[in-house]
């Protein structure tokens, strides 16, 4: 297994622990090449870097994914927790939130007062109410669905967070159709910035309109980047 994983490195790509590189989706194999970076920050470009880590190992045919983490932390939307300061209504509405062993999401003060900041404070609350309802017939989801993309892609820290994200709440990308297009340009191939974990997914944003996001998500599905400390932030999803 190290000498596999060894070669793999040396080829610019790697599969991370517990993942496989390939998936079958309507009887057609995908490879999904995950790519190792240094620790992404503010002070990088987005662009330059998938530029200089994913570029050179595209083919035509080829899509990169990015995670949403990677492109929002260049445009300075990780926000150290000391910086955050929880109004009383976050405090009370994230005690409501369904933590999972995948991510904290809202289920703490300061990710819940960046979804009141991000989305309105009007929205949070009649997603909060509706999501209510919704629980009272064991239905669960409707939170989400109405507070909308940007409060799904907040991330907040947890132990298993990549330093020094783990003292961080990082919102999700600003305009990420626009930034997955310029990428695109650069590189040369379709580009889609993605928001996947270990329990559910979502494409924020694609260079082509044309892309098939269902089906992206489906490749995608069981989180080849991974969660944890694995430091790949982009990788190629390629038919085999």
Known sequence: ???ERNEQNAMGYVVNPEKNETIAVDGIEY???CIKTHVITDQDNIVEVVEKYAAPLAQPGDIIFITEKAVACT???AIPLEDIHPRPLA???SKFVL????GIGLAMPETMEMALQECGTLRILFAAAVSAIGKLFGIRGWFYNIAGYKARS???PCDFTLPPYNHYVVLGPDRPDEVAAEIAKKVGVPVAITDINDLEGQILGTSEDSMDRVLLCKILKDNPLG???EQTPMGIIRKV
């Open 1 to 3: 297994m190290e000498q």
């Open 31 to 33: 490879r999904r090449l």
């Open 75 to 77: 445009q300075r939307r």
């Open 91 to 93: 405090r009370f509405l």
């Open 99 to 102: 933590r999972t062993p995948y």
């Open 154 to 156: 907040i991330d907040g």
């Open 227 to 229: 969660q944890c400390s």
